[in-house]
C-alpha cells in the first residue's frame, strides 16, 4: 500500500525556537496534504489543507503565521512551527491524498515537546 | 455539513468476543465512509472504505462494516475480538464537496482475557 513518512518522529525543542516537520508521499503523488493536530486522547483536528504549488487553507482558529505549511512538490509538505510554545506540544500527523484514487494515507506522526 | 457520531468513547469486550463499534453520518449526498485504527504514538492506518458500491465492506484484520442508508450508520464489527484488536478507532467521512475528512471523537476499544 501507499506510504506515507514523517520526520522526525519526535522532536524537543526550547520555547521560541522553530521546529520544521517534514511529509513525504513515498510511491504516489499527492497534489493534496493535509496536516493534523491530535491532543491526547481526542480525535485529529484539521489545521490545514495544503495543495502543491499554491497556498495553504487552514481551518478556522489557526494562525497561519505561527503554522507555516509549505508544499513544494507532488510528494512533500513541510509545517513549520513558528516560536514554540509548550501549549504547541501535541501530536502532529499530516495526510496524502493519492491524486487518482482520492485514498487519504497517513503519516506516523511528529510528537513535539516543548519545553 | 456532514458530522460523524461515534456513540461509546470506550468499549471493553473479552477475547473471542463480537466487536461493535458504532458510527453514524449525517449527510444529504451518498457518503464516502471509513474506518481507521490508530495504535498508541502512531498514525491511522486505514481498515476498510464504503465508496457507494457494495454495503457490506470487508476490510483488513477481520472487520468488516455495513452501509445502511436509512439508519445513516457504518458500524464496524468483528466476529472474534483478540487482544492485538486494542486501539483506538476512528470513524470518518468526507465533507461536502470530497475536500476534507471528518473524523469522529474515536472509540477505545479495550480487549481483556
Known amino acids: 500500500g501507499a506510504v506515507v513518512s514523517q520526520h522526525p518522529s519526535w522532536v524537543i525543542c526550547k520555547s521560541g525556537t522553530s521546529v520544521k516537520i517534514e511529509c513525504r508521499s513515498l510511491?504516489?503523488?499527492?497534489?493534496?496534504m493535509f496536516w493534523y493536530r491530535q491532543f491526547p486522547k481526542q480525535s485529529l483536528m484539521l489545521m490545514a489543507t495544503?495543495?502543491?504549488?499554491?497556498?495553504?487553507?487552514?481551518e478556522q482558529g489557526v494562525e497561519k503565521d505561527k503554522f507555516l505549511i509549505n508544499h513544494a512538490s507532488l510528494t512533500l509538505s513541510t509545517l513549520t512551527v513558528t516560536s514554540a510554545h509548550p501549549e504547541d506540544s501535541s501530536f502532529y500527523i499530516c495526510?496524502?491524498?493519492?491524486?487518482?484514487?482520492?485514498?487519504?494515507?497517513f503519516g506516523p506522526g511528529t510528537r513535539l515537546t516543548v519545553t | 455539513a456532514q458530522s460523524v457520531t461515534q456513540l461509546g468513547s470506550h468499549v471493553s469486550v473479552s477475547e473471542g468476543a463480537l466487536v461493535l463499534l458504532r458510527c453514524n453520518y449525517s449527510?444529504?449526498?451518498?457518503?464516502?465512509l471509513f474506518w481507521y485504527v490508530q495504535y498508541p504514538n502512531q498514525g491511522l492506518q486505514l481498515l476498510l472504505k464504503?465508496?457507494?458500491?457494495?454495503?457490506l465492506v470487508k476490510g483488513i484484520n477481520g472487520f468488516e462494516a455495513e452501509f445502511k442508508k436509512s439508519e445513516t450508520s457504518f458500524h464496524l464489527t468483528k466476529p472474534s475480538a483478540h487482544m492485538s484488536d486494542a486501539a483506538e478507532y476512528f470513524c470518518?467521512?468526507?465533507?461536502?464537496?470530497?475536500?476534507?475528512?471528518?473524523f469522529g471523537a474515536g472509540t477505545r476499544l479495550a480487549v481483556h482475557p
Open positions: 495544503s495543495n502543491e504549488g499554491s497556498k495553504a487553507t487552514y
Open positions: 495526510s496524502a491524498r493519492d491524486a487518482t484514487s482520492y485514498e487519504q494515507y
Open positions: 449527510s444529504s449526498v451518498p457518503p464516502y
Open positions: 510511491d504516489f503523488q499527492a497534489t493534496t
Open positions: 464504503y465508496t457507494s458500491a457494495a454495503t
Open positions: 470518518a467521512a468526507y465533507s461536502g464537496g470530497y475536500n476534507k475528512l471528518i
